[in-house]
C-alpha cells in the first residue's frame, strides 16, 4: 500500500489569501425550482437555467437543477414568460460536501463581482476558466502600446472556500491584448492578419459586448442588405440602434455568427461596428510585418507578461490587502498561504536498451516497439525527391538502432499533386496501394485550411501525415520531434513507462475529452495505455450537444478498450484509472462504474483541470528578505477533505520569468488513495513520447484525448477515421 510516509515532505506557497471563516447564516441559502414552459434543447439545460439567474434582482447561482440564493426573490420576479420559480425553503449548506461548498462559492464569488463593480476607475468581467477579472481603466491600465494594439494590466481574482468553512481570495496577475481600432481600421492596415472573433463596440439592450466569430466579408453595401425577418436593411437596423450615418455609410459588410453557440446563424454586420478580438498569435503577426522598432516594441511585450513567481505573489498580497479592507472591513495584512505538501519520485523512461532522461536518446538506445516500416514524403517545398537532410538522418539511426528496416524511397511533389478533388482521390487511393500509410509532408509555410485539406484527403486513404517547414532549417532538434512524430503516427512506441510497484495502482488508464468546432461537441474521444506506458490506441468521439459526456457513450468506449486489453494480456484488468478533462458532470460515469463492479473490477474517476488552477511556489531566505520560486516538478498538496490534489507536472523555460501552473485532480469515484493518485498522474505526465525534450503538463492519456478531440473537430468527417489503425497517433 502506497502511504505518504513513502514521499519526501516540503512546504508549499499558494497564491490564496485568507479572509475569514464562514458563519452559519453565511452558508444559508434560499433554494427555488424552476420550471420552464418549454424544456431546452438538449444539452442547453445549465445554460437555460443559469440565464434565469441574472434576471432576479438579487445575486443566484445554480446549483444542481435548483437556483440558491441568499436573499429572498421579490414574488414579481418569480416568474416570466417562459419560467417560473417556486420556492423550497431556507437551507444551511455545508462546506465539507464539496457539492454544497461549491453553491456557497459561486455565491461569495457573485458578491464579490458586486461590490468589485462599484469600485473607481476599474471594470470587472467573467474570466473563461471562472473567477473574475479585474481592470485597471484608463491610462493607468495601459503598460504596453504599439500600432493598434495596446496591453493591459488587471488581476485574476477568485474565491475559494475550503472544507472547514474558510474563504480565501485567489489571486494573480492578469494581461489582456486589446485594440481600440475598429474591424474596419484592422483590415485597412494588417490585411495580412487574419481575425478569427470580433467584438460590437457598442453595448446592447442588456448593457454587453456581444462576442462573434467572424466569417468573412461581402461585396454588397449597407444599402443593399436586407435583414431576414425584419425588411429593412442593415444600414437602417444600425440607424435605429444608434450607428451615426458616418459609421453607416464608411462600413464594409462583414458576416459573423454568435460566438460559442453550436446553432447560431450567419449575420450581416457592418466593420466600423466591431473591433478584432486580439491574441498573442495576431501580435506575433504584427511584428513578423512592422519595423525593426515595432518588432522589439512586441518582443518586449512577450517578456513583460511572463512574470516571475514572487513578483505576482507580492503584487497579488497588494491587492488582497486592499478588497479584504474594503469589502470585507477588515483590517489585517494577509500573508499567502503555506501549506504541507510532498515532492513525488521522479518517472522512469526506458527505450529499447535500456533507462533514459529522455525520448530523444531513442536515437542512441532504440524504440521499445516497432510499428510500420514503409514511408512516404510529399515534398512541396523544394519538389526534390528527398527529406531534409537532418530528418532522413534521425529516422534511420533510430530505426538502426531499433532493429528494424525500414523503407523511405517513397517521394512525390507538387508535380504530382493534381487540382481537381477527384483526381486528389486517386492520387491518394493510389499511394495506399503501394502499402504507405505514414508520410512526411515537407511544405513551405501555409495556411491551416491548406495544411487540414492534405491531412484530410489523406486520411480518407488511410494514410496519416506529418508536417514540417524546412525554415530557417531542419536542424536536429525540429528533426528529433517531426521523426518521433513521424513514428508515433506509424504505430511505433518509442519509450515505455516503469508501472508504479503498488498493488492497488491501476493497469488500464483511459483519458476522456470532449472538444467543440463551435457548432457541435466532440465528446467521448479517448485514449488507452497500460501501466507501463504501451498505447492501447485511440477510439471516436460521439458527437453531442453540449459538453456533457453521454453515460452510454463512455461504456461504449470503456467497454472496447477492455476488450483490447484483454488480447493483449490474456485477462481483464484489475482496476481502471479513469481520467475526464474538466469538471466531472453528475452521472457521467455511473453506467460505466456499475458495468465494471458487476465484473469485479475496480475503478477511480479523476477530473484534470489545467486553468483556473492558481500557482504553486516556495519560500526561500536571501538576503534576509523572503523570496517567492517556482515550485519543484512534481510538488504537490494533498487535500484529503476536498478528495483532490494539485501537482506541478512542468516547468518554466527560464527559471527567471514566467511561472508555471498546477494541475487540479479532483478524485470523483474511488478507493485509491489521493498520493498514488498523484503519483500515477505525474508520471503519466513525464511519458510523452512524441516529444524528444519535453515532457506536457497533462497525463499522456488525457494530453493524446485533448489533441485527438481537436484534430476530429479540425478533421470534421469522423466517417473518414472507421478503418484507421487505432495505434496510429494521429493526433500527434
Known amino acids: ?127 473563461t476558466d471562472g473567477g473574475l477579472i479585474w481592470w485597471v481603466l484608463g491610462k493607468e491600465g495601459t503598460e504596453k502600446y504599439g500600432a493598434g494594439w495596446e496591453v493591459h494590466k488587471g488581476r485574476k481574482v477568485d474565491i475559494v472556500i475550503d472544507s472547514d468553512g474558510i474563504i480565501y481570495l485567489e489571486i494573480d496577475l492578469h494581461y489582456r491584448f486589446y485594440t481600440p481600432w475598429t474591424l474596419h481600421q484592422w483590415q485597412d492596415n494588417y490585411p495580412d492578419i487574419p481575425v478569427s472573433f470580433v467584438r460590437n463596440t457598442y453595448r446592447d439592450k442588456h448593457n454587453i459586448y456581444i462576442n462573434w466569430q467572424y466569417e468573412g466579408i461581402s461585396e454588397q453595401t449597407p444599402d443593399e442588405v436586407l435583414i431576414e425577418g425584419l425588411d429593412i436593411t442593415l444600414a437602417e ?35 466600423q461596428r466591431l473591433s478584432p478580438s486580439l491574441t498573442m498569435e495576431m501580435l506575433a503577426k504584427v511584428a513578423e510585418n512592422s519595423d525593426q522598432k515595432e518588432k522589439d516594441n512586441v518582443q518586449a511585450v512577450f517578456s513583460h507578461i511572463k512574470k516571475n513567481l514572487d513578483t505576482r505573489l507580492k503584487e497579488s498580497e497588494k491587492t488582497a490587502q486592499q478588497i479584504i479592507r474594503h469589502i470585507y472591513d477588515i483590517d489585517k495584512r494577509p500573508k499567502a498561504l503555506v501549506v504541507n505538501g510532498y515532492i513525488l519520485p521522479k518517472a522512469k523512461l526506458f527505450a529499447l536498451y535500456g533507462e533514459i532522461d529522455k525520448p530523444a536518446q531513442v536515437r542512441y538506445k532504440g524504440c521499445v516497439q516497432v510499428g510500420e516500416t514503409k514511408f512516404g514524403c510529399l515534398n512541396l517545398f523544394n519538389n526534390e525527391f528527398k527529406y531534409p537532410d537532418a530528418v532522413k538522418k534521425c529516422l534511420e539511426e533510430i530505426a538502426r538502432k531499433s532493429n528494424a528496416q525500414i523503407e523511405i524511397d517513397s517521394y512525390r511533389t507538387s508535380e504530382h499533386l493534381p487540382e481537381g478533388a477527384l483526381d486528389r482521390q486517386i492520387f491518394w487511393q493510389a499511394w495506399a496501394s503501394e502499402q504507405v500509410k505514414t508520410i512526411l509532408v515537407v511544405m513551405p509555410w501555409s495556411s491551416n485550411e491548406r495544411k487540414r485539406q492534405i491531412r484530410v484527403e489523406a486520411l480518407q486513404a488511410g494514410i496519416a501525415t506529418q508536417f514540417i517547414v524546412p525554415q530557417p532549417k531542419a536542424d536536429a532538434y525540429k528533426a528529433m520531434n517531426v521523426v518521433l512524430g513521424l513514428l508515433c503516427k506509424a504505430g511505433w512506441q518509442p519509450i515505455r513507462l516503469e508501472p508504479p510497484n503498488y498493488p492497488d495502482a491501476a493497469d488500464l488508464i483511459i483519458g476522456f475529452d470532449t472538444g467543440t468546432n463551435r457548432e457541435l461537441y466532440y465528446g467521448t474521444s479517448a485514449f488507452a495505455m497500460l501501466a507501463n506506458g504501451q498505447s492501447l490506441g485511440w477510439e471516436l468521439p460521439d458527437v453531442q450537444r453540449g459538453e456533457r459526456f453521454s453515460g452510454q457513450g463512455i461504456w461504449h468506449t470503456v467497454s472496447k478498450l477492455i476488450l483490447k486489453f484483454y488480447q493483449d494480456v490474456n485477462r481483464y484488468p484489475k482496476k481502471l484509472l479513469l481520467m475526464r478533462d474538466g469538471l466531472v458532470q453528475s452521472g457521467e460515469f455511473q453506467q460505466t462504474i456499475k458495468a465494471l463492479e458487476e465484473k469485479g473490477i475496480g475503478v477511480d474517476v479523476v477530473g484534470v483541470r489545467k486553468s483556473g488552477t492558481g500557482r504553486m511556489g516556495c519560500e526561500i531566505n536571501q538576503d534576509n528578505n523572503v523570496v517567492y520560486k517556482n515550485a519543484e516538478i512534481g510538488s504537490t498538496v494533498i487535500m484529503p477533505k476536498e478528495r483532490s490534489f494539485i501537482i506541478v507536472t512542468s516547468e518554466s523555460i527560464n527559471s527567471k520569468i514566467g511561472s508555471v501552473r498546477p494541475l487540479r485532480v479532483v478524485h470523483e469515484y474511488g478507493d485509491t488513495s489521493l498520493e498514488l493518485l498523484a503519483l500515477q498522474t505525474y508520471h503519466l505526465s513525464q511519458l510523452h513520447p512524441a516529444s524528444g525534450f519535453r515532457s506536457c503538463r497533462l497525463p499522456w492519456v488525457l494530453h493524446l484525448a485533448d489533441r485527438s478531440s481537436k484534430e476530429f473537430q479540425r478533421i470534421g468527417q469522423i466517417s473518414i477515421l472507421q478503418n484507421l489503425n487505432r495505434q496510429k497517433l494521429i493526433a500527434v
Open 237 to 271: 437596423y444600425h440607424y435605429r440602434n444608434g450607428a451615426t450615418a458616418k459609421e453607416i455609410q464608411n462600413s464594409r459588410v462583414v458576416y459573423v455568427k454568435r460566438a460559442n453557440r453550436w446553432n447560431a446563424n450567419i449575420l450581416p454586420h457592418l466593420s
Open 1 to 127: 500500500m502506497f502511504s505518504p510516509s513513502d514521499l519526501t515532505a516540503i512546504s508549499v506557497v499558494l497564491n490564496r489569501f485568507p479572509v475569514k471563516q464562514l458563519s452559519e447564516p453565511e452558508c444559508t441559502v434560499h433554494e427555488y425550482s424552476c420550471n420552464f414552459h418549454q424544456n431546452p434543447e438538449h444539452g442547453d439545460e445549465q445554460r437555460a437555467l443559469a440565464s434565469v439567474c441574472y434576471r432576479l434582482g438579487v445575486p443566484a447561482v445554480r446549483l444542481g437543477t435548483k437556483i440558491i440564493t441568499q436573499e429572498s426573490i421579490n414574488p414579481v420576479r418569480l416568474q416570466s414568460d417562459d419560467w417560473a420559480l417556486e420556492f423550497i425553503g431556507r437551507k444551511v449548506l455545508d462546506c465539507s460536501l464539496p457539492f454544497e461548498r461549491k453553491g456557497i462559492e459561486r455565491l461569495a464569488r457573485k458578491k464579490l463581482e458586486q461590490h468589485l463593480k462599484k469600485w473607481s476607475k476599474t471594470s470587472i468581467q467573467k474570466a
